[in-house]
C-alpha cells in the first residue's frame, strides 16, 4: 500500500495507509468491522470508487476481510515471518538443484558467483521496457488470446532466418515456442522418456539436465568430459551395452567446463548415435555468448536425430520466458500435443517482446555488447582466482563459466556451504557430476564474479583447515 520514494501516495495509497495505521495501532483489532464504503468516502472526503479500491488492495495484501452482506472486517492477525523463514536452508543436501534454489531463494543483496545468468545491470531493461509499451499498445498485438499452439508466427520466421545463417534448415512449421529452455527440455522427455531409460549425459554437465533426468525417472549414463568433446570411446561403451534412448548435452560453450566440440568428434558422435539408434539433444542455450565457429549436430545431421533447443532468457532477461525446439516434423507434432496437454498455450507477451527487439536490431547490439564484457571479465576473473591458487581445467574461449580446481583438494560442497553463510552462492563440482567425480572443483560465472568480497571469502575459507 505504500508508493515507491520517488512518486507522491495517490488517494487510494494514503486511504490504504491509514486504515492500515489504525490496524497496527489496535484501535481497528481483528474482527472488528471497518467504516461502510458510504461512510468512509465522507470520512476522506474521497469518491466511493476511490474507497473500494484502497479495500480492494487491503483485501488482496491478507489485512481486512470482505463478507458477504457484512462489509469489510479486520482480518485475523498472523504471526509474523521471521527472517529465518527468509534465509536460505543452509543444512539442504549438495545436490543436483542446490545451486539453483540457493540462487533464487538468496536474497538481493547476495553475491551470485555460482549462478547460471548475467547480472541485471547487463541486461537491457530499459529496452525492454521500452518493447512492452510497443506491444502493449500495439493494435495488432496478441494479448487476449492462447495463439497458435507452435508460438508467435512472426518469431518462428526469424528464428528461421537466425537458425539458417547456423547452417540449420527449419522452416517455421518445424518450430516451437517455448516458456524458455528449460520447458524445452522437460518436453523432449515427456515425449522420449519412459522411467527406466538410459540417458547419456556429460560428466560434468548442466545440473538441471540431472535433475529433470531424476524427476523423470529416467537413468544418466555419466560420459567423461574431454577438452574437445565428450569420451566417446566411453560413450560407445554405454551405447553398447546400455542401449540409452537420448545423449543430452550443450553446443559449445558447454556448462561447466567452457569447452568446445571438435568437428572429428561430432561426426562420429552422429555416427555412434546412428549405429546404436539414439536421439541426441543440442541444447544451445548459451549460443549467444559463443564468439568462435564450432560444429552444431542440427546443421550436420539436418535435424534427422538431432532435437536443436535454444532460449532467450540467458541473454535479455530470466523474467522473459522464452525458448525454443528445431526438429523434424513427427518430433515437432508429438511435442505440440504434449505442450498442449501440459501448459496448453505459451506467453505470447514475451514472444512479441522478443520478436521487437530482433526486429529492431536491439538483441544483436546488446548481444555483441555482453560477449565484449564477458571477454574482459574471463581474463580479470580468471586471474584472481589464479592469484588465489585455483587452477582452471582448460582455458575457455567463450562463455561465462570458468572450471577452476581448488588447491590442496579442498572440498568444494564444504567450502560451498560456508560461503553460503556468508551471503555468496558458489557451484561445487559434484552437483554437475551423476558419477561424484569432481569433488575439488567448482563453477564461476565470470559476470557475477567481479565483486571484491567474493575474493576476501574466498581467500579466508581457503586458508581453513
Not at 30 to 48: N, Q, W, Y
Not at 389 to 398: F, I, T
Not at 433 to 444: A, E, G, I, N, T
Request: charged share 25%.
Amino acid at each position: 500500500m505504500t508508493a515507491s520514494p520517488s512518486t507522491p501516495p495517490t488517494l487510494t495509497e494514503r486511504i490504504g495507509a491509514a486504515i492500515l495505521a489504525r490496524i497496527e495501532a489496535r484501535s481497528l483489532a481483528p474482527g472488528a468491522k471497518l467504516p461502510s464504503i458510504r461512510a468512509a468516502a465522507a470520512e476522506f472526503a474521497v469518491s466511493k470508487s476511490t474507497v473500494v479500491e484502497a479495500y480492494d488492495r487491503l483485501v488482496a495484501a491478507g489485512r481486512i476481510e470482505a463478507r458477504r452482506g457484512s462489509g469489510f472486517t479486520v482480518a485475523a492477525r498472523r504471526a509474523p515471518l521471521t527472517l529465518q523463514e527468509l534465509a536460505p536452508k543452509l543444512d539442504r543436501a549438495v545436490d543436483p538443484v542446490w545451486v539453483a534454489r540457493q540462487s533464487l531463494e538468496a536474497e538481493d543483496r547476495a553475491l551470485k558467483p555460482g549462478c547460471g545468468w548475467l547480472p541485471e545491470s547487463w541486461l537491457p531493461e530499459a529496452e525492454l521496457r521500452r518493447a512492452l509499451r510497443a506491444v502493449a499498445q500495439a493494435p495488432q498485438a496478441k494479448l487476449l488470446e492462447y495463439g497458435h499452439p507452435l508460438g508467435y508466427l512472426p518469431l518462428r520466421q526469424a528464428l528461421q532466418a537466425r537458425l539458417a545463417e547456423l547452417e540449420i534448415d527449419a522452416p517455421p512449421s518445424r518450430i516451437l515456442l517455448t516458456d524458455g529452455g528449460t520447458q524445452a527440455i522437460d518436453l523432449v522427455h515427456r515425449h522420449l522418456l519412459q522411467p527406466g531409460d538410459k540417458v547419456l549425459v556429460d560428466d560434468p554437465g548442466y545440473f538441471n539436465f540431472h535433475a529433470n533426468l531424476r524427476a523423470h525417472r529416467a537413468v544418466a549414463l555419466p560420459v567423461p568430459r574431454l577438452m574437445d568433446g565428450p569420451d566417446l570411446d566411453a560413450l560407445a561403451e554405454f551405447a553398447r551395452t546400455q542401449k540409452p534412448k537420448l545423449y543430452l548435452m550443450n553446443a559449445a560453450p558447454q556448462n561447466p567446463t567452457g569447452g568446445g566440440l571438435s568437428p572429428a568428434k561430432a561426426h562420429r558422435l552422429l555416427q555412434l548415435a546412428e549405429a546404436h539408434d539414439f536421439r541426441i539433444v543440442e541444447d544451445d542455450v548459451f549460443g549467444e555468448f559463443r564468439r568462435h565457429a564450432t560444429p552444431l549436430l542440427a546443421a550436420l545431421d539436418g535435424l534427422k536425430r538431432v532435437i536443436h533447443l535454444g532460449s532467450f532468457s540467458k541473454i535479455l532477461s530470466a523474467g522473459v520466458r522464452c525458448g525454443f525446439i528445431a526438429a523434424d516434423d513427427a518430433t515437432i507434432d508429438a511435442l505440440l500435443d504434449l505442450k498442449i496437454a501440459t501448459c496448453f498455450g505459451m506467453d505470447q507477451a514475451a514472444a512479441q517482446v522478443v520478436h521487437r527487439l530482433l526486429a529492431d536490431g536491439t538483441h544483436r547490439k546488446h548481444a555483441e555488447q555482453v560477449r565484449r564484457r564477458i571477454a574482459s571479465a574471463m581474463g580479470q576473473v580468471g586471474g584472481r582466482l589464479k592469484a588465489l591458487g585455483l587452477a582452471p581445467w582448460q582455458e575457455p574461449r567463450e562463455g561465462l563459466f570458468l572450471w577452476l580446481r581448488l588447491p590442496d583438494g579442498t572440498d568444494a560442497a564444504k567450502l560451498a556451504q560456508r560461503a553460503l553463510r556468508q551471503g555468496i552462492v558458489l557451484a561445487p563440482g559434484n552437483v554437475f557430476s551423476p558419477s561424484q567425480s569432481w569433488p575439488d572443483y567448482l563453477r564461476f560465472n565470470v559476470a557475477q564474479s567481479q565483486h571484491a568480497r567474493l575474493f576476501e571469502v574466498l581467500k579466508m575459507e581457503l586458508k581453513r583447515p
